[in-house]
């Protein structure tokens, strides 16, 4: 699983709530990502981050924040959660190897 | 901009039939593409990487750059194989390498 562990694995909430994910690393990795899934899209890049306080947006970035204070741990805020973004969460890392790896999803449901 | 397309969103074979995804690409660099798969609500999996030119669960997949493409193919399909399968394109150090995913392929295999 490449040390890859993402909290809550599932969480339900209401819209206009504030929700964190966390994705945590065990190897240092200085490349981190979040990605979203979606029936019919794929998965689409939220934020990146190459290095400790260093982030930048994807492509579907709007509504959502990322924190990376450490090198193990990268946050993702839904800053007022809506309904267009109930979806599935994947985290990945990208050692040097040059393999991109995913960790196990959090499915969010906003109602 | 990059773009991954994978013309099929369903696919569905008999097992011991030969089974093909398609991808193509457009990327004006040097590509780097990978298969990944997804089995039942799990985490997404690296199938293969091009440059590893290595066969995996009887998967093979040439990078054909005059078609720009990077289809994945098996001779005899099994159950087992039943899964979501995305082509997903490397953009390079230069842009943190990001993953550029397709919308992905429904395979089932049918007894």
């Known amino acids: 699983d490449a040390g890859i562990t993402q909290s809550p694995r599932h969480k339900v909430t209401e819209t206009g709530t504030p929700v964190t994910l966390r994705c945590h690393q065990t190897e240092n990795h200085r490349y981190m990502y979040w990605y979203r899934q979606d029936p019919g899209h794929g998965l689409r890049l939220i934020h990146y981050s190459y290095g400790v306080k260093d982030t930048d947006k994807g492509e579907v970035s709007d509504g959502y924040s990322v924190s990376r204070s450490k090198t193990e741990d990268f946050l993702l805020t839904l800053e007022s959660a809506t309904s267009s973004q109930t979806s599935v969460y994947f985290c990945?890392?990208?050692?040097?190897?040059?393999?991109?790896?995913f960790g196990p999803g959090t499915r969010l449901t906003v109602t | 901009a990059q773009r991954v397309t994978q013309p099929e969103k369903l696919l569905s074979v008999f097992k011991g039939a030969p089974v093909e995804l398609k991808c193509n690409y457009s990327?004006?660099?040097?590509?780097?593409l990978f298969w990944y798969v997804q089995y039942s609500r799990q985490r997404l999996q690296l199938l293969l990487r091009?440059?590893s030119r290595e066969s995996i669960k009887g998967f093979t997949a040439d990078l054909n750059k005059g078609e720009t493409s990077f289809h994945l193919k098996k001779p005899f399909a099994q159950e087992e194989d039943s899964a979501m399968y995305y082509c997903?394109?490397?953009?390079?150090?230069?842009?943190?390498?990001?993953?550029?995913f397709g919308k992905g392929t429904l395979l089932t295999v049918n007894p």
């Open positions: 990327y004006s660099g040097s590509p780097e």
């Open positions: 997903a394109l490397s953009s390079g150090g230069g842009s943190n390498y990001k993953l550029t």
């Open positions: 990945a890392i990208r050692p040097t190897s040059g393999v991109t790896y």
């Open positions: 091009h440059i």
